[in-house]
């Protein structure tokens, strides 16, 4: 079976590139279940019924979030009634909404997926590695093929987290900095593994912000609002194949488009 995961959307321009490129994708590499990590998905900051909607309506099956995700304040009541949207799983006992979920496919076949959030220069949430070890344990007595975004700023953070869950499931998919890395593998007991899968967005931009705003907030350290350009748009994703029985990863491949 095979997964398509699409790197942070932002705004507007990512949710276009979405719409306008996912059909062919799924197509052309038979694509079974979609993942995208939405939590920039309304205006460049936090997500909302309307643009979630616009992403399931475009062939996107599970919405990963992470720090941002509560940045709409309309935010909150939704992702508590949509099970499809995640928020980090290590937020506290008690929080609105879930960060995992177990989707049927045709044919009976389950696949779960995990939002963590990581915590260095992040939140300083309930431990990663040890909250996601409990739910994949727990997971793994219903299915073995898990996928995990993992939310997090610093690369060995990310690393030593696809590590420690190596075997234990499917993929670790790193999100959040926005910058595709060209660290794809397959670690040595058969979990596939990116540091960044990179974003959804306005090609010409920093990290889909307008460059303008962002440089001169490097120049002066004043608070001003970001504004998503538009623009030439991009699409960076990653498609990992794996066995049905097993749960590992057979293969691994990470994808740039524009649009």
Same mark, same amino acid.
């Given at each position: 079976?095979?997964?398509?995961?699409?790197?942070?959307?932002?705004?507007?321009?990512? !949710?276009?590139?979405?719409?306008?490129?996912?059909?062919?994708?799924?197509?052309?590499?038979?694509?079974?279940?979609?993942?995208?990590?939405?939590?920039?998905?309304? +205006?460049?900051?936090?997500?909302?019924?309307? #643009?979630?909607?616009?992403? @399931?309506? /475009?062939?996107?099956?599970?919405?990963? %979030?992470?720090?941002?995700?509560?940045?709409?304040?309309?935010?909150?009541?939704?992702? *508590?009634?949509?099970?499809?949207?995640?928020?980090?799983?290590?937020?506290?006992?008690?929080?609105?909404?879930?960060?995992?979920?177990?989707?049927?496919?045709?044919?009976?076949?389950?696949? +779960?997926?995990?939002?963590?959030?990581?915590?260095? @220069?992040?939140?300083?949430?309930?431990?990663?590695?040890?909250?996601?070890?409990?739910?994949?344990?727990?997971?793994?007595?219903?299915?073995?093929?898990? *996928?995990?975004?993992?939310? /997090?700023?610093?690369?060995?953070?990310?690393?030593?987290?696809?590590?420690?869950?190596?075997?234990?499931? %499917?993929?670790?998919?790193? %999100?959040? #900095?926005?910058?595709?890395?060209?660290?794809?593998?397959?670690?040595?007991?058969? %979990?596939?593994?990116? #540091?960044?899968?990179?974003? #959804?967005?306005?090609?010409?931009?920093?990290?889909?912000?307008?460059?303008?705003?962002?440089?001169?907030? @490097?120049?002066?350290?004043?608070? !001003?609002?970001?504004?998503?350009?538009?623009?030439?748009?991009?699409?960076? /994703?990653?498609?990992?194949? /794996?066995?049905?029985?097993?749960?590992?990863?057979?293969?691994?491949?990470?994808?740039?488009?524009?649009?």
């Amino acid at each position: 079976m095979k997964v398509l995961f699409i790197g942070d959307v932002v705004g507007k321009p990512g !949710r276009q590139a979405v719409k306008a490129l996912l059909p062919n994708l799924k197509n052309l590499y038979k694509i079974d279940l979609v993942i995208a990590n939405g939590e920039n998905a309304a +205006a460049g900051f936090g997500i909302n019924e309307k #643009t979630a909607n616009e992403l @399931f309506a /475009a062939g996107v099956n599970v919405i990963t %979030t992470g720090n941002h995700v509560w940045d709409k304040k309309e935010a909150m009541p939704y992702i *508590f009634k949509e099970c499809r949207i995640l928020r980090p799983l290590n937020y506290p006992t008690g929080t609105p909404g879930q960060g995992s979920i177990i989707c049927t496919l045709e044919g009976g076949l389950k696949v +779960a997926v995990l939002c963590v959030s990581g915590r260095v @220069f992040m939140n300083l949430l309930e431990c990663p590695f040890r909250t996601a070890r409990a739910a994949v344990e727990e997971i793994g007595r219903e299915t073995n093929l898990i *996928f995990i975004d993992f939310h /997090a700023e610093a690369t060995s953070e990310k690393s030593a987290f696809g590590y420690y869950l190596d075997g234990m499931v %499917t993929a670790v998919v790193g %999100t959040h #900095t926005h910058v595709q890395t060209a660290d794809e593998k397959i670690l040595p007991n058969g %979990t596939a593994y990116i #540091t960044d899968v990179g974003m #959804t967005g306005p090609e010409d931009s920093i990290i889909g912000i307008d460059k303008g705003q962002i440089l001169q907030r @490097f120049l002066d350290h004043m608070p !001003r609002k970001y504004e998503v350009p538009s623009g030439k748009t991009m699409l960076n /994703a990653i498609v990992i194949e /794996a066995n049905e029985k097993t749960g590992k990863a057979k293969a691994v491949q990470r994808i740039k488009l524009t649009n």
